[in-house]
């Protein structure tokens, strides 16, 4: 799951100092957890609780895949952006394979800068290139017209048991 190097920009985004990279452990102590609090209740883990959680999905491959959006310019380096892939591997169509978008969410502070935009954009491309036929997220209806822009089309309902 861990990466040093930046993920590629995209056209446009050359001078942009902002890089979408993969989860690194290190990540704990720059506000990650933090970050997603901002989408859902998101309790701290101590640094050994995070350690093993990054070494479990880790150990998915190319399966689970937490993208974060950080400016290394930034004295601090906090975590702006992040979103989630994982890859459901299925029996239908041949055996193949559908990518679930989950836990995207930008800063409060640095939202209006396209981030999310560029963390899905990416997770999708990741899909792509992992062989899924199709890729799928829930979000609330506010959030429609957003995914729109990131190429998503509304299909089905979702329906929820929540523990």
């Given at each position: 799951m861990a990466s040093t190097s930046p993920e590629s920009a995209a056209a446009g985004e050359t001078n942009d100092p902002i890089h979408i990279r993969r989860l690194e452990l290190s990540d704990h102590e720059r506000?990650?957890?933090?970050?997603l609090s901002q989408?859902?209740?998101c309790?701290?883990?101590t640094a050994s609780e995070f350690a093993a959680r990054f070494a479990e999905l880790a150990a998915q491959g190319d399966d689970h895949v937490i993208l974060v959006a950080e400016d290394p310019s930034a004295p601090e380096r906090r975590i702006l952006a992040t979103g989630c892939l994982f890859v459901e591997r299925k029996f239908l169509r041949g055996g193949g394979k559908a990518g679930?978008?989950?836990d995207v969410v930008v800063?409060?502070?640095?939202?209006?800068?396209g981030l999310g935009l560029r963390i899905v954009r990416r997770l999708v491309e990741i899909a792509r290139d992992a062989g899924c036929y199709k890729v799928i997220l829930d979000c609330t209806p506010e959030?429609?017209?957003y995914y729109a822009k990131c190429g998503f089309v509304?299909?089905?309902?979702?329906m929820a048991v929540y523990f």
């Amino acid at each position: 799951m861990a990466s040093t190097s930046p993920e590629s920009a995209a056209a446009g985004e050359t001078n942009d100092p902002i890089h979408i990279r993969r989860l690194e452990l290190s990540d704990h102590e720059r506000g990650f957890l933090a970050l997603l609090s901002q989408l859902s209740a998101c309790p701290d883990l101590t640094a050994s609780e995070f350690a093993a959680r990054f070494a479990e999905l880790a150990a998915q491959g190319d399966d689970h895949v937490i993208l974060v959006a950080e400016d290394p310019s930034a004295p601090e380096r906090r975590i702006l952006a992040t979103g989630c892939l994982f890859v459901e591997r299925k029996f239908l169509r041949g055996g193949g394979k559908a990518g679930h978008v989950e836990d995207v969410v930008v800063d409060a502070a640095a939202r209006g800068r396209g981030l999310g935009l560029r963390i899905v954009r990416r997770l999708v491309e990741i899909a792509r290139d992992a062989g899924c036929y199709k890729v799928i997220l829930d979000c609330t209806p506010e959030l429609r017209a957003y995914y729109a822009k990131c190429g998503f089309v509304e299909k089905g309902v979702q329906m929820a048991v929540y523990f």
